[in-house]
């Protein structure tokens, strides 16, 4: 195993920002605690505290390639950024060239779209489909940020890219916080067994709970259930920081909190869940 030894453990999903440098259409002034400059300095400080060695940049920004090359450039000199998944505007008729250009930096494994700003069939489209097309021919990942609601038009999705490396963000963002869980567990079921290369982030569940009062039970069943679906080599952990601190949490809280809900398997099992498989999905050198 290159590097450190086997708890040199993988971080599938932070962030950070500079509102002075781009346009964000989130956070907001509602939510004050992230509204801030957030530096890769910061997010490797969180790292040292836990055996958490690198992390996957994921964009905060729609169809923004640039936003892409600030992180990259600051990859040099924090060698923790290992990949960044990118905003890019699947639609774009100059999709080839902008990934063409992204690619000539190995740092660059993916693309995702935030779904909120869209109609809830955007996933649907032809235009958007010729773009993951392009994603699966060039052997880029592609993360599925989804609420409960798109669920349904997933499944269809994976059957016409087989190829394509997709993973769900978040376990899809449940309805934590009201515990519903039928529909959810149904729909991530039916979309886990499509292919094995859809993977899933254990990630985000602190903001989808009682951000003042959650605990790790709350957890318990949708976590469960994920790995049950997934199975060991289908899942990894993600922070979601600086977000978490939403539901104060920090990242050393979220860390301890997906090792608690991992804690009765085996260590060759955490180590897939906590390195290997973001490993082989975003293909890190590592």
């Not at 978490?244 to 991992?262: M, N, P, R, Y």
């Not at 804690?263 to 590592?286: H, P, W």
Request: hydrophobic content about 40%; charged content about 25%.
């Amino acid at each position: 195993m290159a590097s450190g030894g086997s708890e040199d453990y993988v971080d599938s999903h932070f962030h950070i920002w500079d509102l002075d440098k781009f346009k964000y259409p989130w956070p907001t002034s509602a939510e004050g605690p992230i509204f801030r400059k957030v530096t890769a300095d910061e997010y490797v400080n969180n790292l040292q505290k836990t055996p958490v060695r690198y992390g996957i940049f994921v964009q905060c920004l729609n169809g923004h390639p640039d936003e892409s090359k600030w992180v990259m450039e600051q990859a040099k000199s924090r060698p923790e950024i290992k990949g960044v998944v990118g905003g890019v505007d699947l639609t774009d008729p100059n999709i080839r060239e902008i990934l063409a250009d992204l690619r000539q930096n190995p740092l660059f494994k993916g693309v995702r779209h935030i779904l909120d700003t869209e109609e809830s069939t955007w996933i649907t489209r032809d235009d958007v489909h010729k773009g993951l097309a392009v994603l699966e021919e060039l052997g880029l990942t592609y993360d599925l940020l989804l609420r409960p609601h798109l669920l349904c038009y997933i499944p269809s999705l994976v059957a016409k890219f087989p190829r394509l490396k997709m993973v769900v963000d978040h376990i899809a963002k449940p309805y934590i916080k009201d515990k519903k869980i039928d529909q959810w567990k149904l729909d991530m079921a039916e979309i886990a067994k499509q292919s094995d290369q859809v993977y899933c982030k254990i990630s985000s569940m602190v903001t989808e709970a009682d951000w003042e009062a959650w605990k790790p039970d709350d957890f318990v069943p949708y976590v469960q259930h994920i790995i049950s679906c997934f199975g060991v080599d289908r899942v990894m952990f993600g922070s979601d920081w600086p977000v978490c601190t939403l539901a104060k949490a920090s990242f050393s809280d979220v860390f301890e909190l997906f090792t608690k809900l991992i804690s009765t398997f085996s260590t060759q099992d955490k180590t897939k869940m906590l390195r290997e498989n973001a490993k082989v999905f975003y293909s890190l050198d590592i």
